[in-house]
């Protein structure tokens, strides 16, 4: 019987999924383990506010998912703004070059082309960039009424 390559490969339990951004490579080959939705979003939110976004919110939705029992997509969600759309995207080549540096998981980013509303999926946490008149037209700050603020800079 014939195996197929992928099959020869040994499994070195982490997986990975490529992306680029301005033709580089940043998705870490190692993930971190272990480390709990409070610090990542903390850590996540020190590197927005370290590239000047604006009025970052950070909801930790774990605790709301036991109270009401919920299937949330996600433990933690991060709102931050940007005065521009070249800003939005600098604060997410900033995060995902920090997210590289320190081995989280990282899954698919949306909305890099435009700017307006950049998504990034860090699969327990979901970190989202929008300029001003996105983040008043959606408010996502009143999406999880419930849930635990970690941080609120507005």
Known sequence: MIQPAFLKKPFTGFFSIN???NQRKLMPTELKANLDT????ENLCAWLTEKKAGAVVALDLSLLRIKQDKNLITEGFIIAGSTSAR???????????QAKA??????QMEGYANGLWILL???DVIVNILKPEQRELYRLEDLYPGA???RDDR
């Open 102 to 107: 320190n081995h989280y998981e990282f899954f």
């Open 121 to 123: 999926d860090f699969n």
């Open 19 to 21: 992306i680029t951004v």
């Open 87 to 97: 800003h939005g995207q600098g604060l997410a080549d900033f995060v995902l070059e």
């Open 38 to 41: 409070k610090t990542k979003l």
């Open 148 to 150: 635990s603020i970690v």
